[in-house]
């Protein structure tokens, strides 16, 4: 069984750096076919899609969030991570992580419940 849990402090001032942990079990971030990828959703919107990480280690993210956004891993321990740079209160979402299966069509199979992630001085 797949499972994904995000982590990291739910209040962040603005104009700092947003840090987010995904670990994950029953899988390995590094397989070959495997995408592993961050949402958010803002109060009152849409799911966001923020980049992904894949094999070997290439990373794709949005547009509007590319100049502010660093995604990595730990092998280690087998975790994602997320950085989104000089925070403003609409960065304020729950962030998700998930995985997306290149050989089921990029389908995403696993999701993580989410963290709260609000933007506040």
């Known amino acids: 069984q797949v499972q994904l849990q995000e982590s990291g402090p739910g209040l962040v001032k603005p104009s700092q750096t947003l840090s987010l942990i995904c670990t994950v079990s029953?899988?390995?971030?590094?397989?070959?076919?495997?995408?592993w990828t961050w949402f958010r959703q803002p109060p009152g919107k849409g799911l966001e899609w923020i980049g992904y990480?894949?094999?070997?280690?290439?990373?794709h993210y949005s547009p509007s969030l590319k100049s502010r956004t660093t995604i990595s891993r730990d092998t280690s321990n087998n975790q994602l991570s997320l950085q989104l740079s000089a925070v403003t209160p609409e960065d304020t979402a729950v962030y998700y992580c998930a995985r997306a299966r290149a050989d089921y069509d990029f389908a995403y199979d696993y999701w993580g419940q989410g963290t709260q992630v609000t933007v506040s001085s």
């Open positions: 990480m894949a094999y070997p280690a290439s990373t």
């Open positions: 029953g899988a390995t971030i590094t397989a070959l076919t495997d995408y």
